[in-house]
């Protein structure tokens, strides 16, 4: 069952975001410079001494934790591109355009494209049918279609580790390589397109030269390529948590409205002590969706603003493994029009695929 159906109070609330948006505090909107270089600078000698570290040892031993570390470095550097590609890190433009394309290079992500996808798309609908990409679920009479591979790719997807085989299949691939780039935006696109494959084919080559043909493409994938590929894995995890829940509906187009998507759509998540120091408060969802303008290090103040004013509407909870696991044990197929969340089997009695 829902949120909204759960709320008695569901039919009063707001449609828009302005009733929200006027209890975020002004000083949520201050950005200080010192504090976002800082940060990024902080993020970068992280990812330096991961990269060290991993160009220093082949020890099994070893390799899994610089792994590991490398992975959270590049996640949080991209965090960090991700606020700047919001133009909420810097007041500066050419600051944040700057450090918005520095920082996702060890993420592979085309920062314009990413832009695109993500601040227009799933920000502009987030969980709306048929417009917002991330995450979107099938309806049991579109799986009774799939034929048995794609059955199969869902199943593991939409599974306790498919988070980032998801992510890397629907966003990165989809949505960052095989993406024609609208004519509108098509040479900022292929510019930023250029720049990540210049670090990433740049990196291979300096490897190469420096190592031999054999030491260099593993040295290449020890530091370059498994770090990416853990990198999706946390980010297609922290992406589903954020909007993938049995109390978190999707909506039909005529249905949506803004507040649905942006404050019942996502969740404020808790983490661990030390939590937001890699991730920059990117589990406080709510206030992100409701202005992305805010920075990072201020989502937790306008988080608690809007708490206060709408305490039935934001979910605020810790993160818990087993909530995960409840969520993939739970959500599967989605009926858009009652709100809820279905098993597999609803689909057998469908017509499947010739």
């Not at 810790?318 to 969340?341: A, M, N, P, Q």
Request: charged residues 20%; proline residues 6%; contains cysteine.
């Amino acid at each position: 069952m829902s949120i909204a159906e759960t709320t008695p109070v569901a039919a009063k609330r707001p449609t828009g975001l302005k009733p929200v948006l006027d209890v975020i505090p002004e000083s949520c909107y201050k950005r200080s410079t010192a504090r976002g270089v800082g940060i990024i600078a902080r993020d970068f000698l992280f990812y330096g001494l991961a990269i060290w570290g991993l160009l220093s040892t082949n020890n099994p031993l070893l390799l899994v934790p610089l792994w590991i570390f490398a992975g959270i470095s590049v996640a949080s550097l991209f965090v960090m591109g991700h606020d700047a590609a919001h133009e909420a890190l810097f007041d500066s433009k050419r600051l944040n355009a700057f450090f918005g394309r520095l920082t996702m290079l060890p993420s592979w992500h085309a920062t314009e494209l990413w832009v695109f996808g993500h601040n227009r798309v799933h920000h502009g609908h987030t969980l709306k049918q048929g417009f917002d990409f991330v995450w979107h679920p099938a309806t049991p009479e579109e799986y009774a279609q799939m034929g048995w591979l794609k059955r199969f790719r869902h199943r593991f997807e939409w599974g306790p580790f498919g988070a980032g085989a998801y992510y890397l299949r629907e966003v990165f691939f989809n949505k960052m390589v095989r993406f024609k780039p609208p004519k509108r935006w098509a040479k900022a696109m292929w510019r930023d397109r250029a720049i990540v494959a210049a670090f990433v084919f740049g990196a291979l080559a300096l490897l190469v030269v420096t190592n031999g043909v054999g030491g260099g493409l593993w040295a290449w994938v020890k530091v370059v390529v498994v770090p990416f590929l853990l990198f999706c894995q946390a980010i297609g995890w922290v992406v589903y948590v954020q909007h993938i829940d049995p109390a978190i509906r999707w909506w039909p187009r005529r249905e949506w409205n803004r507040f649905r998507g942006q404050v019942e759509g996502t969740t404020v998540l808790i983490g661990p002590p030390g939590w937001d120091f890699f991730f920059h408060w990117i589990m406080v969802h709510i206030p992100h969706h409701v202005d992305a303008r805010i920075p990072c290090y201020r989502l937790t103040e306008a988080a608690q603003a809007i708490k206060r004013s709408f305490p039935d509407e934001v979910v605020w909870k810790k993160i818990k493994v087993r909530d995960y696991f409840r969520s993939v044990r739970t959500c599967k197929l989605h009926d858009f029009e009652s709100g809820r969340w279905l098993p597999y089997s609803a689909a057998r009695s469908l017509p499947s695929a010739s």
